[in-house]
């Protein structure tokens, strides 16, 4: 069974930061290409940052570059999502995304940015 669990959200003032954590389990995580997406209330589900299985590039939405890094550790099964300078327009639950064949989800996490 697949397994995407998500963790590190909260509530953060403006200007803060969080790390977000994806464990996987159930597949074989350094053959995934990961993603982190996000959805805010009343808007459609986006892609904020993804990072390859092989070559570990990494592509960024234009919002969060420069304050966002997505890494992975494929010996802890696990993507990153640190996150810089938040600002109240990133609220949202954020999701994992793994993507080879199939795609599988995490149950989201909710970020909070609000003074």
């Known amino acids: 069974q697949v397994q995407l669990v998500e963790s590190g959200g909260g509530l953060v003032q403006p200007g803060g930061s969080l790390r977000l954590d994806c464990v996987a389990s159930?597949?074989?995580?350094?053959?995934?290409?990961m993603r982190w997406y996000r959805q805010a209330t009343g808007k459609e589900r986006e892609l904020v940052a993804s990072?390859?299985?092989?070559?570990?590039?990494?592509n960024y939405a234009d919002s969060v570059k420069g304050r966002f890094t997505i890494s992975r550790d494929n010996a802890k099964a696990t993507v990153y999502l640190e996150m810089n300078n938040l600002k109240p327009e990133d609220t949202a639950v954020y999701y994992c995304?793994?993507?080879?064949?199939?795609?599988?989800w995490g149950q989201g996490t909710q970020v909070t940015v609000s003074s």
């Open positions: 159930g597949i074989t995580f350094s053959m995934y290409d």
């Open positions: 990072i390859g299985a092989i070559t570990r590039t990494t």
């Open positions: 995304n793994a993507e080879l064949l199939h795609q599988y």
